[in-house]
């Protein structure tokens, strides 16, 4: 019998953590129905933010417990990325996976794959330094039954924001054009590491199984032609080997009705930084995808200070397997 599968990404802009009750009930408010029109099988979930509760112990994601108390996914199984200790929860902008079916095993990986690169820092007289990712991915292997496994991969690749580094401020702002400039390099050189690292593990699921159901979804600070999107998709046309075009990851950005090709309004901008990539066997079941973008609002403008939602819209995939 062919079964049904939803897959969601969604970015929480900052869900929790705050301390402050009646912040985090409106943002509820305005996030769950959102959530609920998904009706996901399987959510990818970034900025799940974390906190340390009152009488001490580990930190917990009241946000994301709060968001799905009294829906279906409070009894879905679930997975949480580890911080930089690879011990606890991160403060700040964890990645979570919901699933209706049975997670067989997780890993939150962070330079597990790829060394960090030493890179020189022209505005620190040259000296080397490390360029460590600020957050890890999240994998999940989700059982389907008959034996059969779904890969899921999710990921918040890192901005285009300059990123800071010893000797590039001074008190607080960038010390040079030249230094904002070295940052923005920083930051491009941290997403596609990102994006190497979680191809890297797509490799090794499709050495395992070259038939491997595989879906990487996330905020990925990236639209269709650049650099971290080639990277993990690895077409054919680009690499130049079309005998491992069954190793491609295939974006479903193009079945989105042209009034839903974005999920981020900035500036006066639709952008597509969101997506969902998936491997060939898992996109010959693929139905239909959505991005919930009718209430977005421009995340550069005065009102988006009280915006209790996010700036981002979700997206779901339809498959049939």
């Not at 994998?139 to 008959?146: M, V």
Request: proline share 7%; glycine share 10%; with cysteine.
């Amino acid at each position: 019998m062919p079964m049904s599968i939803r897959v969601a990404s969604f970015n929480l802009e900052s869900l929790g953590g705050a301390g402050d009750e009646g912040a985090l009930a409106r943002r509820v408010a305005a996030l769950r129905p959102l959530l609920l029109r998904l009706e996901a099988d399987c959510l990818c979930l970034q900025e799940v933010n974390a906190q340390t509760p009152a009488g001490g112990g580990p930190r917990r994601p009241n946000g994301l417990e709060a968001l799905v108390a009294d829906t279906p996914y409070a009894g879905y199984a679930h997975c949480l990325s580890l911080g930089l200790t690879g011990r606890r929860l991160a403060d700040r902008h964890n990645l979570a996976i919901l699933s209706r079916l049975p997670i067989r095993r997780w890993r939150s990986l962070r330079h597990e794959l790829l060394l960090p690169p030493r890179v020189p820092t022209a505005a620190a007289d040259g000296k080397t330094m490390p360029l460590e990712f600020d957050r890890p991915l999240l994998y999940a292997e989700i059982a389907l039954g008959g034996g059969r496994a779904f890969h899921l991969i999710d990921l918040h690749l890192r901005a285009p924001l300059a990123a800071a580094f010893p000797g590039g401020k001074q008190g607080g702002a960038w010390r040079s054009t030249a230094a904002w400039a070295e940052g923005l390099h920083h930051a491009a050189i941290l997403r596609n590491g990102q994006a190497l690292e979680a191809r890297l593990l797509v490799e090794r699921l499709f050495d395992a199984d070259p038939q491997a159901l595989i879906a990487v979804a996330g905020d990925f600070n990236a639209e269709g032609d650049a650099a971290a999107l080639d990277i993990l998709c690895t077409p054919p046309d680009r690499t130049g080997l079309p005998d491992r075009a069954g190793r491609a990851l295939i974006p479903l950005d193009p079945g989105l009705p042209e009034s839903e090709r974005y999920s981020l309004r900035h500036g006066g901008r639709a952008l597509l930084v969101d997506h969902i990539l998936v491997s060939p066997a898992l996109f010959a079941g693929y139905r239909a995808v959505r991005s919930l973008n009718a209430e977005l609002i421009d995340d550069t403008v005065a009102a988006a200070a009280e915006h209790a939602g996010s700036f981002h819209a979700p997206l779901v995939a339809q498959f049939e397997l």
